[in-house]
C-alpha cells in the first residue's frame, strides 16, 4: 500500500518528482537480533480487526524489515519513517505519556555481505494528546529526521539493492505497557526514468 504525491517543474512539462509513502504491514517484519517483540497478534473490536505486534515497554524491542529499493529511488533526498499503532493495554495512554521508535538500517548492493553494519540512527518521539488515549484507538507518529543510512547513495542508484531496516523501540520513553504496532511508514523520492 502506498500513497504518491507529484511534483511538476514550474509551468508543467512534465513530473520532475514523485513523494511516495509506503505503508509497510509489521507482518512482513523479521525478528530483531535482541528483544524481538512477540509473533503477531489480532486486535479484535467489532467490526473493526487489524493485525499487530506488541512492543514491550520493558526493554528496547526490535523487528528487521528488509525493503528492495525500488527502480528510481532519487539518492539525494534521505528516507523518513512513521510508525503506526493502537493502543492494546487495557489502562489506556495517559496524556502526556510518550513513546519512542527507533531506525536504523544497512545498504547491501551487489557482492556485499548481509553482516553490512547499520547506520543513520534516528528517533521519533510521540506525545499522547490531552485526554489520553483507550485501548483500541489508533494513532501515528510524527515523520522522523532523515535516516542517513551509509551507502545509500550508490544502493539508491543500484538495481535491486536492499536496504535491512531495524525498528526499534526505545524504552527511554514514558509509557510502561505494550504498544501495538500495525505498520511501518517509509517516505522517500522517486525521479522519473526514461528507461
Not at 76 to 92: E, H, K, M, Q, S
Not at 146 to 166: K, R
Request: proline content about 5%; hydrophobic content about 40%.
Amino acid at each position: 500500500m502506498s500513497s504518491i504525491r507529484i511534483t511538476s517543474p514550474g509551468g508543467g512539462g512534465g513530473v520532475a518528482s514523485m513523494y511516495i509513502v509506503q505503508d509497510i504491514p509489521i507482518s512482513w517484519a523479521l525478528e530483531g537480533h535482541a528483544g524481538s517483540p512477540p509473533m503477531l497478534t489480532t486486535l479484535d473490536y467489532s467490526p473493526g480487526r487489524i493485525a499487530y505486534r506488541d512492543f514491550t515497554g520493558a526493554f528496547n524491542t526490535q523487528v528487521i524489515i528488509p525493503w528492495l529499493t525500488p527502480y528510481g529511488l532519487d539518492d539525494t533526498v534521505l528516507p523518513v519513517f512513521a510508525v503506526d499503532f493502537f493502543i492494546t493495554n487495557a489502562g489506556g495512554i495517559a496524556a502526556g505519556a510518550t513513546l519512542k521508535f527507533n531506525m536504523i538500517g544497512s545498504c547491501l548492493t551487489d557482492g556485499d555481505l548481509l553482516d553490512e553494519t547499520q547506520t543513520g540512527s534516528v528517533t521519533v518521539t510521540w506525545t499522547c494528546p490531552v485526554g489520553g488515549l483507550a485501548q483500541y484507538k489508533r494513532s501515528c507518529t510524527a515523520w522522523s529526521g532523515n535516516i542517513a543510512i551509509t551507502g545509500f547513495s550508490a544502493a539508491a542508484t543500484s538495481v535491486g539493492s536492499l536496504i535491512d531496516f531495524t525498528l526499534t523501540r526505545d524504552t527511554t520513553d514514558t509509557y510502561a505497557n505494550a504498544i501495538g504496532v500495525t505498520f511501518l511508514k517509509l517516505k522517500y523520492k522517486l525521479t522519473p526514468q526514461s528507461a
